[in-house]
C-alpha cells in the first residue's frame, strides 16, 4: 500500500493525504454474522447525560466488527479470505475461514495476502500472521497483538504500524521492546502474533480540511488560553496572555510531570522506562 495526493482543485484537496487503499480487497461489505449494532454512540455523555468526555460527537454512522483478540482457535487451519477497511481502527482487518467452517476477523499484518494460511497455537511456525506464545518466539522476532495477562486478548501493539521485538528470555518471563521504547518483562505463557501491524503509513495521512475530523466524531478542541480562569488555570489575563506554565485542567503541569503511582504492582516489571 502507499500515499495518495491530489491535485488542489478545491482549498481542502491542497494539502490533503490519503491511503491508497490497495491493500483492501473488498469494498465496504462486512461479514454480516461478524457485526455487531450495539455500538451507541454517547456524543460524550454518560448514563444520565451529563457530559464527560468533550470534544466527541456527531460523526458517521459505523458498525462495530468483532475482532478475534484472543486467537484460541488453537492448532486449526485458517485460510485469509479478505483484507478490509475498519473504521473503528487504524489498521487494516482480515478475514479468517477455518477449516471447522468458524469465520473470525483478525488485525492484519504487513504481508498477510488473500488465500495465505494461519494458525495459532503451540504447532503454528513461525510466519507472519501466526500466533504463538512467547516461549516459542524466537528471539529478536517483531510481533504485534501482544497479550499482558494469559488468555485476557491482545492488548499491546494493536494499532496501524505497530510492533514490539522479543529480546530475550529470563525464567518464566519473555523482555520486549515495547512500541513506546519501554523495555518491559511478560510472562512466556501469554500469546503474540508475528510480524508488524498493517496500514504502516497511517501517520502520515493528512486530512486537508476540518470537516473529515467531524465525520470521524471528534468536535472542535477549545484552547485552554481562550478559556476563562473558572475553566482553566491557564485562561484569563488582560489581552492576549500566555497563560504561564502548561498545565492541565486540574492544574497537573503538563510538559513532563510524573503522575505514575510510585508502588505501582507492575513496576517490577519494567526494566527501562520509555525515551521522551
Partial sequence: MGLKKYRPLTPSLR???????????????????????TNKR?????NSGKMTMRYIGGGHKKQYRIIDFKRDKYGIEGTVSTIEYDPNRTARIALINYKDGEKRYIIAPQGLEVGKK????????????????????TLGTIIHNIELRPG??????????????????????????MPSSEVRMILITCKATIGAVSNPDHNLEVHGKAGRKRWLGV??????????????????????????????RKGLPAKGFKTRYKAKASNKHIIERRKK
Fill in 42 to 46: 454517547s456524543g460524550g455523555r454518560n
Fill in 118 to 137: 494461519i494458525m495459532s497455537g503451540a504447532k503454528a511456525t513461525p510466519e507472519v500472521g501466526n500466533t504463538l506464545f512467547l516461549s516459542d518466539v
Fill in 219 to 248: 468536535r472542535p478542541r477549545t484552547r485552554p488560553v481562550a478559556m476563562n480562569p473558572v475553566d482553566h488555570p491557564m485562561g484569563g489575563g488582560e489581552g492576549r496572555a500566555s497563560g504561564g506554565h502548561p498545565r492541565s
Fill in 152 to 177: 485476557q486478548g491482545a492488548a499491546l501493539a494493536r494499532s496501524a504500524g505497530s510492533y514490539a521485538q522479543l529480546t530475550s528470555r529470563e525464567g518464566k518471563y519473555a523482555v520486549l521492546r
Fill in 15 to 37: 494539502y490533503k493525504i490519503s491511503s491508497d487503499n490497495k491493500d483492501i480487497t473488498v469494498d465496504n461489505q462486512p461479514e454480516k454474522s461478524l457485526v455487531t449494532s
